[in-house]
Each structure stands twice: as structure tokens, then as C-alpha cells.
């Protein structure tokens, strides 16, 4: 199977301070209001058809287009306070990949927000726990650990199965593909630029396109 996976962060409107993590390396991946406008009209101009979450990807055929997903990792609160409305008006939905420790604290989205953003139609996922940086670097039982406690909290939060995740700092290895399979993951997305996906058991892995600060626009 193919896709076209677009990873994008935070969106701010004055600081990049407003929303997830702060950090020179963080904030070359926020975006400004203006900035993820562009972007989206840019997937727009090139695309008539919708973004596919990940939740429906076993039912598509293999000839249809190339399907194209929107995701957005850490769970910084812009995703509530801006980008789900900006989705929404064109008819579509992403996927809010949530950094489980952080949930409530200034700068990341709320339970209350998760459970908003779920009604909604957006696919909530895991981000690991703590976001260990980086996170192939962890043991093997702290991989499993992170995702086993992220997939809970989410669970209980919204109160139906999680299994999408993403890859935290984009450090991948095939023992963190197992230790997601093992906690029940179906999907992992990557911070690896390719369009192919891969398996690790009955996990489904799948690249993405990071999204910086000042890049063009132009989808192809
Ligand atoms: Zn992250």
C-alpha cells in the first residue's frame, strides 16, 4: 500500500510559545496561522479528493489514488484552538497524535479537548507517554511501557479503542515497530519520507513528510 502522509506540529498566531513543545528544534516545525493556511490550500489546489484517516485504511482498494493523510504530532492545543476548525471547513478531518503526559498542562491539549476533537471525526493516537528523545535509544520494556500507557490513558479518555500512534523525535528501529505491535498499535507512523508502506507484525508502518517552518506550499 501507498500513501502521502503529511506531518505537520503546532500553529500560532503570535508565539511559537503558545502551543507544545518550546524549543529551537520544536519551533522550526511550528508553523504560523498564515503559514498553515497556505499549506492547506496548497494540498487543496493539488488535490480534489479528501484526506483518509488511518482508522479506514484496511477498506480501501489499491486502485484509487494515491491517498493523502494529514497528521499533526505532539498534542500541542493549537490543534483544538485552530487547526481542527481550519480542517473542518474544507470537509476534512486529521489525526492528533497526543503526547499522554502532557494532557491538561499549559500549552497541550485538555481531556476535555481530546474528547471534543474525537466527536468530531478527528483520529486520535498515541505520541508515547513522555516523548523519550531519542526514543530507540529506550529499552525495550520502556518502549513497551510508553506505549502501553499512552494507548490506556487515551482509551479511558475517550472511552473506545486507540491503536494509531506516531513516532516520537522520528528515531525509528524495528524493536520500537515490535514494542507497538505488542501494545496493540496498528499503525505507527514515522518521521521517514516515503510514501511505501511496511508491517512489523500486525503493525502497519507508515511514512511521513514532515512540514517546517517556510516551506513551499506546492504539494506533488
Ligand atoms: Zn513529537
Given amino acids: 500500500m501507498q500513501l502521502v502522509s503529511l506531518l505537520f506540529h503546532d500553529v500560532y498566531r503570535r508565539s511559537p510559545g503558545e502551543s507544545g513543545f518550546c524549543s529551537p528544534g520544536a519551533d522550526r516545525y511550528k508553523l504560523t496561522d498564515c503559514e498553515w493556511s497556505s499549506q492547506l490550500d496548497g494540498v487543496a489546489e493539488a488535490r480534489r479528493d479528501r484526506p483518509v484517516l488511518a482508522s479506514a485504511l484496511a477498506d480501501r482498494t489499491s486502485t484509487e489514488e494515491l491517498p493523502f493523510l494529514i497528521t499533526v504530532d505532539d498534542g500541542g492545543v493549537s490543534y ?49 507517554a513522555s516523548h523519550p528523545s531519542p526514543f530507540s535509544a529506550c529499552r525495550r520494556q520502556d518502549m513497551l511501557a510508553e506505549w502501553t500507557t499512552s494507548r490506556k490513558v487515551l482509551e479511558d479518555l475517550l472511552g473506545h479503542s486507540v491503536s494509531i500512534s506516531s513516532l516520537p523525535g522520528g528515531y525509528f528501529s524495528s524493536t520500537v515497530a515490535e514494542t507497538a505491535a505488542e501494545a496493540g498499535l496498528t499503525v505507527l507512523f514515522t518521521s521517514e519520507p516515503v510514501t511505501r508502506t511496511s508491517r512489523s507484525g500486525p503493525c502497519t508502518i507508515v511514512g511521513r513528510f514532515a512540514i517546517r517552518a517556510g516551506a513551499d506550499p506546492g504539494f506533488s
Fill in 80 to 128: 483544538h484552538e485552530v487547526m481542527a476548525d481550519r480542517l473542518e471547513k474544507r470537509g476534512w478531518r486529521g489525526h492528533a497524535f497526543v503526547t499522554t503526559d502532557y494532557i491538561g498542562q499549559t500549552g497541550f491539549l485538555s481531556a476535555g479537548q481530546i474528547r471534543d476533537l474525537d466527536r468530531r471525526g478527528h483520529v486520535i493516537g498515541s505520541h508515547s
